[in-house]
């Protein structure tokens, strides 16, 4: 199993920005949580957004009333949508979940590649 980003980009404040995540590579596995962290130049990896599989979510003070996560458990994908965008949102985005890869295996924490998002001010 593993887990693939898309989105990212170059933007301007006060723009917006998608990101999307899907998981894929089995037959039969499941996920539960995902969140999307990220990480600025020369600082520690912070969690963004997470979204249980009911729909639940919880958000950075930094990034709410901006950024809103959803997610599609058909597709096995979660969704990052970011508005009013400014500097401080530059950082490579990751997207984690905890996934069972299979009926016989236990949750595991996967992470995808990161994609990179860069506010220009």
């Known amino acids: 199993v593993q887990l693939q980003a898309y989105g990212g980009g170059l933007v301007q404040a006060g723009g917006c920005l998608s990101l999307s995540c899907a998981a894929s590579?089995?037959?039969?596995?499941?996920?539960?949580?995902m969140s999307w962290y990220r990480q600025a130049p020369g600082k520690q990896r912070e969690l963004v957004a997470r979204?249980?599989?009911?729909?639940?979510?919880n958000y950075a003070d930094s990034v709410k009333g901006r950024f809103t996560a959803s997610r599609d458990n058909a597709k096995n994908t979660v969704y990052l949508q970011m508005n009013s965008l400014n500097a401080e949102d530059t950082a490579v985005y990751y997207c984690?979940?905890?996934?069972?890869?299979?009926?016989?295996?236990?949750?595991?924490?996967?992470w995808g590649q990161g994609t990179l998002v860069t506010v220009s001010s």
């Open positions: 984690n979940a905890a996934i069972l890869p299979n009926s016989c295996s236990y949750y595991r924490n996967y």
């Open positions: 590579g089995g037959s039969d596995f499941r996920v539960d949580t």
């Open positions: 979204i249980t599989r009911g729909g639940n979510t």
